[in-house]
């Protein structure tokens, strides 16, 4: 089946660093790749859509220069982190799908735990 | 807003019985509703997707019921074992390419031996 990496699984900063976050599809093509912050016991919130080569779409609400990202290739998404606070601290969740159409399997990473400190 | 009600309540079943999950949903019509397994501190795993044209949809001991009119979904799982035990996401989306998937928060499902 179709496999999605994240890297790292956990990080932890200190308050005011920069972390990068990598979302790969290992075996298939994605336009599209969604990233999801989850906190405890919560539902996954979707951050951002990006499509590959074109500029993400954001949510109400989230930070476009806050959280930085870029969707280069159609198997890699980079979610960074910028000057991360506390109340970042959350688990990070990428998914990737084919074609990002109505009704289209996505397929989630591992997901990544964010400690700021 | 839309809104996604999974059981609140953590669900505990004996091995071998059933057991059944539930999603309601409001202000919102969905074109598709799916079913997601997150076990703990890893990514969910796609389990099943239903239409709304759709009543029922099965997968080996899964069954899924999607009833637009009580605008409620029900998740069934048959013979249950403790490698069941996981939390378990109800998610809908829009007939659109450029819809989101929006999840429920999740039941958490204990199957005891």
């Known amino acids: 089946g179709a496999v999605v990496s994240q890297h790292p699984s956990r990080v932890i900063c200190k308050s005011g660093t920069s972390v990068k976050i990598e979302c790969r599809s290992l075996d298939f093509q994605a336009t599209t790749m969604f990233w999801y912050r989850q906190f405890p016991k919560q539902s996954l919130m979707l951050m951002a859509t990006s499509n590959e080569g074109s500029k993400a779409t954001y949510e109400q609400g989230v930070e476009k220069d806050k959280f930085l990202i870029n969707h280069a290739s159609l198997t890699l998404s980079t979610l960074t982190v910028t000057s991360a606070h506390p109340e970042d601290s959350s688990f990070y969740i990428c998914?990737?799908?084919?074609?990002?159409?109505?009704?289209?399997?996505?397929?989630f990473g591992p997901g990544t735990r964010l400690t700021v400190l | 807003s839309q809104k996604i009600e999974q059981n609140s309540e953590a669900l505990n079943i004996q091995e071998g019985k059933t057991a059944t999950l539930t999603c309601n949903y409001t202000n919102y019509s969905p074109a598709y509703l799916q079913w997601y397994r997150q076990d703990p501190g890893r990514g969910p795993v796609f389990l099943l997707l239903i239409r709304e044209n759709e009543k029922e949809k099965r997968k080996e001991r899964l069954k899924v019921t999607f009833d637009t009119t009580l605008k409620q979904s029900l998740f069934h799982i048959t013979a249950s074992q403790p490698a069941d035990s996981a939390t378990y996401l109800c998610a809908l989306a829009g007939y659109s390419s450029a819809s989101k998937i929006i999840f429920g928060s999740g039941t958490r499902l204990s199957i005891r031996p």
């Open positions: 998914s990737a799908s084919e074609s990002g159409g109505a009704g289209d399997t996505q397929y």
